[in-house]
């Protein structure tokens, strides 16, 4: 796959940059990436920030009112959640905030919670979902993370005389003309509805669930301090794993509540477990990479409510078994995902082969619970819009994920007659089809259609900054935590290094991790999952015996590469290291 390394934007002034990393305590190094960003308003960005209230979002107040009146009147209310991390946070934030307000106020009200099954239910409210609210005498249905286009769950409670509160930052469904065709609920709080006054709609349906209890504690005069205590790291947890932009508000809950996630003990028991050092300050990809996964884990393959459970108990031994089991189900979950993975990129390399540029990939016996993680590894990996599908009770259940320039939502639409259902965005989908007959017809109509460009297929990495090898020190890594939190929207930088000579080793148990060592420093520059390729491609430019790169100690080489920096500790010594993202033998 051919490759483009692109340096990102603009270049503040000497001066600019001393006086900027001066009035906010940052380095120039930290100052000069944001500004390559587009960053212009440094005070939002290494200042505090705002969060704001929600209070003015359409039918905010309202959906207060019907919850005071509900939990005063001793009415139940039920929480209907999702399977994914902001599903479950969402479920969370709203079940320990309305049982708080009954235990304060000894109000009668049940407060309870279901969350669909993702095999059997799909996602979000449905039928049975509140057909078992009507037996359970249930009063009040409040979705989080969902409920936007649950149009006949949501009629079917009207008509049991069920009163409904949906909470949702999924995009609004539309008519032809573009106007918002809405659920019938009695409260609808979502950012995207039109109309709605919020500035910032890039935010996740934990952070709507935590401003509607932000509203609905000040109706009851409690104080903001102990609710942003309480409750924001988990809105902060769900930014991170639900993918949101780390911009703007969510650059700021984001800031301000990883460092209260400890305080919760099913979630300081999962990091022991998961081997976070305690006495290190929780990141953005300490939960994206490590503890979301976990959760995610349990939703995928499993059951999410394990992971609400954790969150929700303090017994010691209990709470270490189930943060056990979810640090073993994600384990399962990434041996069925590397099995998966070697499976589809052997169909990828087939269809490649015969001209597609959109894949469309069957792959037997994957779980449905990851074929979403598979089809992104597959995207990554050829750079081309790509699907997994698997077997499932309607015919074969598949999810998709794109490039930055192909529609994907938009050309489903177009091939709407050879789908059961689809739903999603620009850059994702997930879509139900018939019979593996109708996946073909569905394939041959995307790549008939695609219109990709041969630019398009240049994978384009960009790049902060240039980086000498005396310039890679715990130090400069050190000040570049300044830019955290880091993620979408604000990746962590990364540095492109020019022509490295260095001693080239394959190391690990499966001879898969490359690790080379610059001459006259200490650092490392790592790449993972990689060492048949890089032998492959060291061999061919040095012209040596692969066996001879793959079992030797060191190989002389010279490297020019793109990546991010990282501090390897061991034994309490630091050494900077950089993992490669993408490098070219020179």
Request: aromatic share 8%; charged share 30%.
């Amino acid at each position: 796959m051919k490759e483009k390394w692109i340096r990102r934007g603009t270049e503040l002034s000497p001066i600019q940059l001393k006086e900027t990393a001066e009035k906010w305590n940052v380095s120039e190094e930290a100052v000069r990436i944001a500004a390559n960003r587009g960053v212009t308003n440094f005070a939002e960005y290494f200042g505090e920030g705002v969060i704001f209230d929600g209070e003015d979002m359409l039918d905010m107040r309202k959906a207060v009112r019907l919850l005071t009146s509900a939990l005063q009147n001793g009415e139940n209310i039920r929480i209907v959640g999702d399977y994914d991390m902001d599903g479950c946070m969402s479920t969370y934030i709203l079940h320990r905030a309305l049982k708080g307000l009954v235990k304060k106020y000894a109000f009668s009200s049940r407060i309870s919670y279901d969350i669909p099954d993702r095999i059997k239910d799909g996602y979000g409210i449905n039928e049975r979902i509140v057909r078992s609210a009507y037996d359970d005498k249930v009063d009040v249905l409040l979705t989080c993370d969902n409920g936007i286009a649950a149009f006949d769950a949501l009629d079917l409670a009207r008509c049991l005389c069920i009163t409904t509160i949906v909470t949702d930052h999924h995009r609004v469904p539309q008519s032809e003309e573009g106007n918002d065709i809405l659920v019938d609920a009695d409260a609808i709080v979502n950012p995207h509805r039109q109309g709605d006054p919020t500035e910032y709609k890039d935010i996740c349906g934990a952070v709507v669930a935590f401003k509607l209890v932000r509203n609905l504690y000040r109706s009851f005069g409690l104080s903001r301090e102990y609710l942003d205590k309480t409750f924001l790291g988990y809105a902060a947890f769900a930014t991170i794993t639900d993918v949101m932009p780390l911009i703007k508000e969510n650059r700021s809950i984001v800031k301000k509540g990883l460092p209260l996630l400890r305080s919760n003990y099913g979630l300081s028991v999962l990091c022991d477990k998961c081997k976070i050092d305690p006495k290190h300050k929780l990141t953005s990809e300490d939960i994206g990479f490590t503890l979301g996964p976990c959760g995610n884990a349990a939703g995928r393959i499993g059951d999410v409510k394990d992971m609400l459970w954790l969150l929700e108990h303090q017994e010691k031994s209990d709470v270490e078994v189930m943060a056990v089991k979810l640090v073993s189900l994600n384990e399962k979950r990434k041996d069925l995902c590397s099995i998966a993975e070697e499976k589809a990129c052997k169909i990828a390399d087939e269809r490649i082969a015969s001209g597609d540029r959109v894949l469309v990939l069957y792959v037997p016996g994957t779980h449905e619970g990851i074929v979403g993680i598979v089809a992104g590894r597959i995207r990554e990996k050829y750079n081309l819009p790509s699907f997994v599908f698997t077997d499932a009770e309607e015919g074969l259940k598949g999810s998709g994920r794109s490039t930055e320039t192909w529609d994907m939502f938009a050309h489903l639409t177009e091939a709407k007659e050879y789908t059961v259902r689809f739903g999603g965005h620009p850059g994702a989908a997930g879509v139900t089809v018939a019979s593996e007959e109708m996946l073909i017809q569905l394939r041959d109509f995307l790549n008939a259609h695609c219109e990709i460009p041969d630019e398009d297929l240049i994978r384009k990495v960009y790049y902060d900054d240039e980086l000498s090898v005396e310039n890679l020190t715990v130090p400069m890594i050190e000040s570049l935590s300044a830019l955290e939190p880091v993620g979408t929207g604000n990746e962590a930088p990364i540095f492109f290094m020019r022509d490295i000579k260095g001693s080239l080793t394959i190391i690990g148990k499966d001879y898969q991790t490359v690790r080379i060592r610059p001459e006259n420093t200490d650092a490392s520059l790592i790449a993972f999952r990689a060492g048949d390729a890089t032998v492959e491609k060291a061999a061919r430019k040095y012209r040596l015996d692969e066996n001879e790169i793959r079992f030797s100690d060191s190989t002389t080489v010279k490297v020019s590469l793109v990546g991010k920096t990282s501090i390897n500790e061991f034994q309490g010594n630091k050494t900077p290291q950089l993992i490669m993202d993408s490098y070219v033998f020179v």
